[in-house]
């Protein structure tokens, strides 16, 4: 390992870009060490592209789930390897890969060799690589309007916070979904697609089978056809004992691929990001990126 790039997005609610320069010139004994530290998402995106072209071999990613989604959009089904280091809000990605904060120990790790690479699965869309997950309504909508000052205070909570004010604001829209070359129409209040850990969602962990590097992805559809059965769904997410046979919630496996088609104004989010388009395709690319997990 012999050139390393490491990013840290400045704007991330627990960022700690002085703390992480000490600690890569105390432990990395590398021939280069690239800093990309920014708050404006653009300028991490600019930078970790040419990163990615000039041949890094590890990239060390401090901040949440977005910074790291747009890391790996860019050395996805290459031979570079990426490193985590949770800084962010939820920090999913990390917690589903079993990832601590512990800076220190894991920049150490990286430093001594003491660590093995885990090829992970990603969906690829025409123009770019999704981690995590690609979300239509709900979800998307509570992302969107969460501030970022909230975040800083609130921390996860934020999210859950700006949840409730959204329930009372429910609607459902009309989708084309297409799974593996199987279509259908439906009536949703939100659809979403997990490379991974859907389980990590708490109303899921009971009937969801992602795994980081399973080959294939899950489809849920949210759909309760009255507010008994929405208030059946919070009641079973609150004891994690969510049901498909409840009529609340169809969960399809995704081999392949899978295009949604969706109303205008339906906002979409992919890995955090909001995306506008009114149909997409997303194909499940298998062991397609190299992921540092610390021994």
């Known amino acids: 390992m012999r050139r390393v790039c490491l990013v840290c997005n400045k704007g991330s609610s627990n960022s700690k870009p002085e703390l992480l320069k000490e600690l890569a010139e105390k432990y990395l004994d590398v021939e280069e060490i690239n800093y990309v530290f920014y708050s404006d998402p653009d300028k991490i995106d600019k930078e970790v592209e040419q990163a990615s072209k000039n041949g890094y071999e590890l990239f060390i990613v401090a901040g949440g789930d977005g910074t790291l989604s747009m890391v790996g959009n860019h050395i996805a089904e290459t031979e570079a390897k990426m490193a985590v280091i949770p800084m962010g809000t939820s920090n999913t990605i990390a917690r589903i890969m079993g990832i601590n904060d512990d800076h220190e120990e894991n920049i150490k790790k990286i430093g001594e060799d003491r660590f093995e690479v885990k090829r992970i699965d990603t969906l690829k869309l025409k123009d770019r690589y999704i981690l995590y997950s690609i979300t239509i309504g709900l979800s998307s909508t509570v992302m969107k309007k969460t501030t970022s000052i909230s975040k800083k205070f609130l921390g996860k909570g934020a999210y859950y916070f700006r949840g409730i004010i959204e329930i009372f604001k429910l609607r459902s829209h009309d989708f084309g979904i297409s799974v593996d070359g199987e279509s259908f129409r439906t009536r949703a209040i939100e659809v979403g697609i997990y490379n991974m850990g859907l389980q990590d969602k708490i109303n899921f962990k009971d009937i969801s089978k992602t795994e980081p590097g399973s080959g294939f992805a899950e489809c849920y559809i949210f759909k309760p056809k ?17 049901n498909t046979e409840k009529g609340y919630l169809d969960l399809i496996k995704v081999e392949d691929n899978i295009t949604v088609q969706l109303p205008r104004d339906v906002p979409i989010q992919m890995d955090g990001e909001d995306v506008d388009t009114e149909k997409f395709t997303a194909e499940i690319r298998p062991g397609s990126l190299n992921l540092v997990l610390y021994e």
């Open 226 to 242: 009255n507010s008994l059965k929405y208030f059946s769904f919070l009641y079973d997410s609150i004891r994690q004992t969510v």
